[in-house]
């Protein structure tokens, strides 16, 4: 139920007091002027009708009770941090809204929207295309918050997504000519209007970070200003934040790439959402713990990017990459931050908005790889929700990882992990980050705006670098101007504008823009193979392709875009621009669908060869031009690809595409890993530590690695010696087996192997940490100890909770080596006083370990979690505290294969009590007992029999025994029961029931 002029969220937004309104309306007008003068904002102008008047939008009450439970729910799900909560709606300045005339030949539409009791509001529009004369403002009530005057040239025209606005009412006002009302009518929709109720200034409770987190204004910042400037924080779809950073290439062109994490949930459907905000930091240093930290900052929210390109991404490492679809602005004094791939970690620092607040700078004490992430721990300051998807600087100030997941706040001393995407996600990531191939393992960041010297773009053989007029002209390169940017690479030389400048066409959508073009003079295309389609040519402005068909097969093409404008396309085959036949024409398709332009252009229906080169001219009819889209579609078998040198450059092409374009073509399936087309030193895979990069051999050693050999890649990982062999497997042994505590549950942890082989030792060093951790704690007796061989059977009489202890082992469950004859186990250089209470075990050295001749560390058959068997060795016995509880195992293994040859590899796991039961107590869950036959279900309730109260005379095999029973019992009386049968039936009538 809503109040008077609320609505329910979804549907169509309502006039408060649509009847009020008009007559107050009336009322004013008839005392103020007619016009009013222009200002900005115009309708805070006195002359303007007042606000009060103005036609009003409300938004349904919140209510944060329920808010805040939903919120635990996604916070422990390790989801983005929500700050809005959405209120979807229908507004058009032609449905909602209050007009009125200006001076010379103007009008100004506004419309008031309030959502009661707001920290703050933002808004989203699906359609903001504005005409030239209108100027777009938003702000609140008091004018103090504030979208800065926003036009044609500064807006999309399709989706955008304004900053946040710290008020719970605000104004939208278009001031335009008055020629343009129905311009402005037609081309605004706003769709989304957000209730933001935490972050960015909300309440204490619900918009500011922790108070032990360091301004980056704080002298901890001083060493970091450049990747300061690097981070800002962002929403997506005006509902939830993360944090995120711009990165750097080895182009250094200034292009605006922003990495974060994947879980924060931008995609290709809701990129255009996306609003980054810059420079959102507090003006001086709050003391560190100090009440004042604990509140709200003073950062403001006026330097913003609104809208992104979703580029590309890795959901198993927790990796995003975008674009800006505007560059920051200069004066913002944006830098690009640098990157490593190095698989060494070194202490640097984090920069992060937690809470989506104010930035803020945490220096770690410790920072280990991980498996898949850096392990991270704090000396000073922490992080929160808002801080995902925010980069980790290493010593060298460049990011090696952007934050994933992690437990730790102010008031804990729990890790974070950041994951190590430059390495384990360099292959989606490369073609961005190292678009000239350089197989670069680093690169430091970008400073547009620090050497005092005037930067801009320059062109050398077709490659943009940003540098100075002087630096450009030392290089032989065309100066650009002042302040130009590389972005949309002005240098490249395939423009299309001539025959001999054709981009190369893929598959699928190519764009195209004649609005600039000429005539490339290749003279009109012969109109006798296109009668009657109208392609009335006439010297036309045109664009030119190149396409290398991927096999041989048949083609067709269109140039389909509502957007476009009256095409003419044209089909040549020729090995160059000298020597081109055409093929095919077309001015106007047939019947076109519905959803293009009124006037398209397509051939269909043509044979192509693999190897051949066809030329694709588009031009417009009677010499029109415009912006549109070329789609080719390909039906046939593709040609097998692998890699094409091309000079120094290497891409993945088929055969006769790299020949044709006068490149050497290295064989099928090969690829460009480690650009084997470099004439500099040779390079090869590299392991550190069990993971592998591209380095030269020099290098490799100066990294501490061992290189494999010139040529050998990353894929498959060569360090990983033990590769998908083993993997950590568990069976849930048990539940409140220990009398002396609440809620708990036992697992069994094994490593999986194959049947000839074993485990040695399960380790740590300083390259994978070894983890052992509960998310609450786990049991520990007092007659117990760290690992099997502390663990005595003799007390089990006396302390039977003894045989549920928490330890680790190989192989042996106690001291008495069962099911070994002797329990070897060993263990060196580790610390197990935090384990032994009931905490976690985290060691970057020391192991424990068996001898190769002790048989316990042999493969042998077990069944897991799965019921499914598999040979392995048990590593740990963990009882953990609460059924919600989850443990993590994560470890560096080593053993021998079948051979006698030595393996190492990481592996782990979190592993949780899924409901398992174990009625009969054999170790074994009940649903394994049964599915492997050791135990039978006769009424296929998933409970043993053994389980269960049997009954001697229930004769149909239902589990109990009833009326069925006895007349079962009554018709077969006299031949296979009598009297004494029957009295027995009846003295267990009801058994089971």
């Not at 690992?787 to 045989?803: R, W």
């Not at 054999?922 to 006769?938: F, H, K, V, Y």
Request: proline fraction near 5%; hydrophobic fraction near 35%.
């Amino acid at each position: 139920m809503t109040s008077e002029g609320q609505t329910d969220s979804g549907q169509e937004c309502v006039l408060e007091d649509p009847k009020r309104q008009i007559l107050t309306l009336v009322g004013v007008a008839m005392a103020a002027s007619a016009t009013c003068a222009i200002a900005a904002p115009v309708g805070l102008s006195d002359a303007c009708l007042p606000t009060a008047v103005i036609d009003l939008e409300v938004l349904p009450e919140v209510h944060l009770e329920h808010i805040d439970a939903e919120d635990v729910v996604r916070d422990q799900q390790d989801l983005p941090m929500r700050i809005a909560i959405p209120n979807t709606c229908s507004i058009t300045p032609s449905t909602r809204g209050t007009w009125e005339h200006l001076t010379d030949h103007r009008m100004l539409w506004r419309l008031r929207i309030h959502s009661p009791h707001a920290a703050h509001i933002n808004l989203g529009f699906d359609q903001l295309n504005l005409p030239r004369s209108a100027t777009l403002m938003i702000y609140s009530l008091d004018g103090l918050n504030m979208v800065h005057a926003q036009t044609r040239d500064t807006l999309p025209g399709g989706p955008w997504w304004t900053p946040i606005i710290r008020s719970d009412e605000l104004v939208i006002e278009i001031a335009t000519d008055t020629s343009d009302r129905s311009a402005v009518e037609s081309g605004v929709h706003l769709t989304s209007i957000n209730h933001g109720y935490r972050g960015f200034g909300a309440a204490p409770d619900r918009g500011s970070s922790e108070s032990c987190n360091i301004d980056v204004v704080c002298a901890q910042g001083d060493n970091w200003w450049n990747e300061i400037a690097s981070v800002g924080v962002y929403t997506v779809e005006g509902s939830w934040s993360c944090s995120g950073f711009m990165i750097n290439n080895t182009a250094e062109d200034q292009r605006p790439l922003f990495m974060t994490a994947d879980h924060c949930g931008i995609t290709s459907q809701n990129e255009d959402s996306v609003v980054v905000y810059w420079n959102h930091q507090n003006s001086y240093c709050r003391t560190p713990g100090s009440a004042d930290s604990g509140g709200s900052g003073d950062g403001h929210l006026d330097h913003f990017s609104s809208g992104v390109t979703y580029r590309t991404g890795d959901t198993t490492n927790d990796m995003a990459l975008v674009e800006l679809n505007t560059a920051p602005d200069p004066d913002w004094g944006v830098i690009w931050a640098g990157w490593s791939r190095t698989a060494m970690p070194t202490i640097g620092a984090a920069i992060h908005h937690p809470e989506c607040a104010e930035k803020r700078i945490s220096i770690p004490d410790s920072a280990y790889s991980a498996g898949p992430h850096w392990k991270v721990n704090w000396s000073q300051g922490s992080t929160s929700q808002g801080s995902s998807g925010s980069p980790l600087f290493d010593a060298n100030h460049r990011a090696i990882g952007q934050l994933c997941c992690g437990a730790a706040y102010c008031w804990n001393d729990e890790d974070d992990y950041y994951s190590k995407s430059f390495i384990r996600s360099w292959t989606p990531l490369e073609p961005w980050l190292d678009p000239l191939a350089t197989n670069a393992n680093y690169l430091d960041f970008l400073d547009p705006h620090g050497s005092g010297e005037i930067l801009g773009a320059c062109c050398t053989n077709g490659q943009c670098t940003y540098v100075t007029e002087h630096d450009c002209a030392l290089s032989n390169g065309t100066w650009q101007g002042d302040g130009s940017t590389c972005a949309g690479n002005p240098c490249d030389p395939y423009t299309g504008d001539t025959c001999d400048t054709a981009p190369v066409a893929s598959v699928g959508a190519n764009a195209f823009d004649t609005t600039d073009a000429t005539d490339s003079g290749f003279g009109d295309p012969d109109e006798d193979q296109c009668p009657g389609t109208y392609l009335d040519w006439d010297q036309s402005p045109d664009h030119w392709f190149r396409w290398y068909p991927p096999g041989t097969g048949i083609m067709a093409l269109d140039t389909c875009d509502e957007d476009s404008f009256d095409t003419s396309v044209v089909l040549y085959v020729g090995n160059d621009c000298t020597s081109l036949v055409q093929v095919a024409c077309n001015g106007d398709q047939d019947d076109p669908p519905d959803d293009c332009q009124d006037y398209v252009s397509a051939i269909s229906d043509i044979a192509v060869t693999s190897g051949e080169t066809y030329w694709i001219r588009i031009g417009g009819w009677q010499g029109g031009t415009g912006t549109g889209t070329l789609t080719l579609n390909f039906d046939g078998v593709a040609d097998p690809t692998g890699g094409c040198c091309t000079g120094e450059s290497c891409d993945i092409q088929t055969g006769a595409q790299c020949t044709a374009a006068g490149g050497t073509y290295l064989g099928d399936d090969t690829d460009c890993l480690g650009n084997p087309c470099s004439t500099t030193e040779d390079v090869g895979a590299c392991c550190i530590g069990g993971e592998c990069s591209i380095e030269t051999e020099t290098d490799c050693h100066a990294l501490g690695g061992i290189f494999t050999s010139v040529g050998v890649d990353c894929s498959p990982n060569p360090c990983d010696t033990a590769g998908d062999d083993i993997a950590v497997r568990w069976r849930v042994a048990g539940v409140d087996l220990v009398s002396e505590i609440g809620a708990s549950w036992t697992a069994d942890i094994y490593l999986e192997l194959p049947a000839d082989w074993r485990l040695d030792a399960v380790a740590g060093n300083s390259s994978q940490i070894k983890t052992v951790a509960s998310t609450t704690a786990f049991y520990q007796s007092m007659y117990g100890g760290p690992t099997s061989v502390s663990i005595n059977p003799e007390f089990y009489p006396m302390s039977p909770d003894l045989q549920w202890d928490s330890r680790m082992t190989i192989g042996c469950l106690d001291v008495s080596g069962a099911p070994y004859a002797e329990n070897n186990l060993g263990d060196i250089g580790i610390d197990w006083t935090e384990f032994e209470s009931g905490g976690s075990l985290s060691v970057v050295d020391g192991t424990w370990f068996v001898l190769p001749v002790d048989s316990q560390g042999e493969a042998a058959l077990f069944t897991d979690s799965s019921c499914t068997q598999r040979y392995g060795v048990l590593v740990a016995r963990l009882t953990s505290l609460e059924y919600d509880s989850e443990i993590l195992f994560d470890a560096l293994f080593q053993g021998r294969d079948a051979e006698g040859m030595t393996w190492q590899d990481a592996a782990s796991t979190t592993i949780s009590y899924q409901g398992e039961l174990d009625c009969n107590g054999n170790l074994t869950p009940d649903a394994c007992d049964i599915a492997s036959g050791e135990s039978q279900d006769a009424n296929a309730n998933g409970v043993p029999d053994e389980c269960e109260q049997l009954c001697a005379w229930d004769l149909n095999g239902d589990g109990n025994t009833s009326v069925d029973d006895l007349l079962i019992l009554i018709g077969n009386f006299g031949s296979l029961y009598e009297v004494d049968d029957l009295l027995g039936l009846l003295a267990e009538f009801g058994c089971g029931g």
